[in-house]
């Protein structure tokens, strides 16, 4: 009888046992699906109306950036004066590098802390916040701590970029400067809403003193985006038609490794 039982869970065993292919099939591991985020767009239309759409999209840089420069409460000065990021509207008038410009398009998403806990995708830029210290450039630069995301650019002037570049500043991003004293790494324990403006030329903003860049996805975007994806990224830019429509980066845009290498040179 113990014979007989142990052929009969012997065959068993064999039966329940996955075929070579469906052996791979469990063996490879499943890949994980992309981690979507919400955002928020509010766009000036060419009859001057303001739209305000939702969207679902992928939480990668290429959507974020356009969502996280700025946090809530960050003034922003208009022509009336400051006023912070959340209260504007497009069509409100900004002071800008190329004077009083109107806001195109404001995007906006949110910080969670810990969202991406046990992930391994490793897309999302939006992991952690900056907090520009005060006087971090000099006295009364900027005057209050600053907090940015990943989608934040800042101004860098030296005068031997001129001769190497051209000009005598670029863009880098804000958080490649994070040093444990001036520019601080921070895990907000909260949720925190980001935004980022666009005005109809890309161009810089003074932020507490700090010039910032308003949005752009950078000249290099069609080179990496399917028809899908293409799609999906514009349709949260109903002010445009194609993305050419954003037009030329102002500035030069680098890293502060590359900057640095450039000046050591």
Avoid at 36 to 51: F, G, H, I
Avoid at 190 to 195: A, E, K, L, R, S
Avoid at 197 to 205: A, C, F, K, N, P
Wanted: hydrophobic share 40%.
């Amino acid at each position: 009888m113990s014979s007989l039982r142990h052929g009969t869970s012997s065959m068993q065993h064999a039966l329940s046992a996955p075929l070579p292919s469906e052996r791979d099939a469990l063996e490879t591991p499943a890949r994980a699906p992309s981690l979507m985020r919400k955002y928020e767009a509010a766009a000036l239309l060419p009859d001057l109306t303001v739209s305000f759409r939702q969207h679902v999209a992928p939480a990668t840089p290429l959507f974020e950036e356009c969502a996280s420069a700025f946090a809530r409460g960050t003034l922003i000065q208009t022509v009336r004066g400051p006023v912070a990021i959340e209260d504007l509207l497009p069509g409100d008038y900004i002071e800008t590098a190329n004077g009083a410009e109107p806001v195109t398009w404001i995007g906006s998403t949110t910080y969670v802390p810990g969202a991406l806990t046990g992930r391994e995708d490793g897309t999302s830029s939006l992991t952690h916040l900056t907090r520009i210290t005060s006087d971090a450039f000099g006295l009364g630069k900027p005057a209050f701590d600053l907090m940015v995301g990943p989608g934040a650019r800042m101004v860098v002037r030296h005068d031997k970029l001129r001769n190497l570049l051209g000009q005598g500043r670029v863009l880098a991003p804000v958080q490649d400067y994070v040093d444990g004293d001036r520019f601080l790494e921070i895990t907000p324990a909260g949720t925190v809403q980001m935004y980022h403006l666009m005005v109809r030329e890309h161009t810089t903003i003074e932020i507490g003193g700090v010039e910032m860049e308003t949005y752009h996805p950078g000249k290099s975007i069609g080179q990496d985006l399917g028809q899908n994806m293409r799609a999906l990224f514009l349709s949260m830019f109903p002010n445009l038609t194609d993305l050419n429509d954003f037009g030329q980066v102002s500035l030069t845009r680098s890293t502060r490794k590359v900057i640095e290498q450039l000046l050591d040179s």
